[in-house]
């Protein structure tokens, strides 16, 4: 799946239930920050080494998906609000940090 | 470009930097916290009125796609330590909404 | 109460139940930025209007003042392990801002 | 200084610039997220060891002091806002508290 793809799912979606009215630029940040904040919910306690020992159990490593997926979800619908082209975004984005922080001759 | 795609180039980016010993679980998670609310301060103090008007500016628009695209780019690296397909991740998840929303026999 | 006594009342709240070990400095910021994700869940699909409505019933009230007092709770507790006293920092940013945003000579 | 002496000097302070009018629940919110978000960033990239030697240094304190404040100034004006008494709140979550995780008889 590409972006364009995902954005195209999650705009028919939300049309096919008549949820356009919801997704306020305001809202749909609002609804990636909540979504990140049950994100990081599963790493409130838990050390690096825990977390990585613990994503090995399959059903956690599923929740957490979840949570990174619906964070990617609503910044989607966010972009596709304000006719950002995520794809176009992100590689304008790799580009900028490529001129940022050159890549050393030799690999570290 | 899809998610894999994605996925590869940001790891081949940071290891060229050697900075995979920063990108721990907790780290990434609060990276895309810090990215998530440098986006959130475009909408501080604006209504979504102003904020769908100043996107027009190619500019404005530009400072928020690239806030946009930190977060995801963070996630996606999130992703990728803890050995989390994205791809399949959005694909699921698209799928659990499904089954919790279903859409109405007629669209609204 | 004063944040000297709410700061104390944490703390020894936290120690009775042998909870320091717990308490790092990213535990405790990641916990604020949880709490406050909880409090934004509050504010998601609703307008300002609406949300200004559903406080008047107490039981809204309390949810959304709880999530307030957590993150409250939270930086308390930060500020304890940096060696920040919050009622000094308050002071010092409460005067900060009054040079940094001098009063109109006339009220607005 | 107590919550309420907080309070009231922020509802003065914005009041004297005529800044009423942009304090509405969600942008109060999102205020408290901004500024988290930039309390965050100072624990991006370091261990919990390497955040509290920081911290020795008496600038690097202050700026985190400053993020910390700023949370809790907007949150004080959020409560405000919904009409919510935060020094109430406060005590109502530490019984609340008290009563879902109670101390063991002999501290751990």
């Known amino acids: 799946m590409n972006f364009r793809e995902l954005e195209e799912k999650l705009v028919e979606f939300r049309d096919a ?6 997704h ?3 809202n749909l940040a609002i609804s990636a920050a909540v979504e990140l904040g049950e994100l990081l919910e599963h790493f409130q306690w838990e050390s690096d080494g825990e977390i990585l020992e613990a994503v090995k159990d399959p ?10 997926a619906d964070v ?8 596709h609000e ?3 082209d995520l794809d176009e ?5 790799l580009r900028k940090n ?4 050159p890549a050393p001759e030799r690999p570290p």
């Open 82 to 84: 304000l006719g950002i």
């Open 17 to 22: 239930r008549g949820w356009a009215k919801y």
């Open 89 to 93: 975004a992100l590689k304008l984005k």
């Open 72 to 79: 990617v979800i609503y910044l989607t619908l966010l972009a």
């Open 59 to 68: 059903a956690k490593r599923e929740a957490i998906a979840d949570e990174i």
């Open 98 to 101: 490529g001129e940022k922080y």
């Open 24 to 26: 306020t630029p305001k």
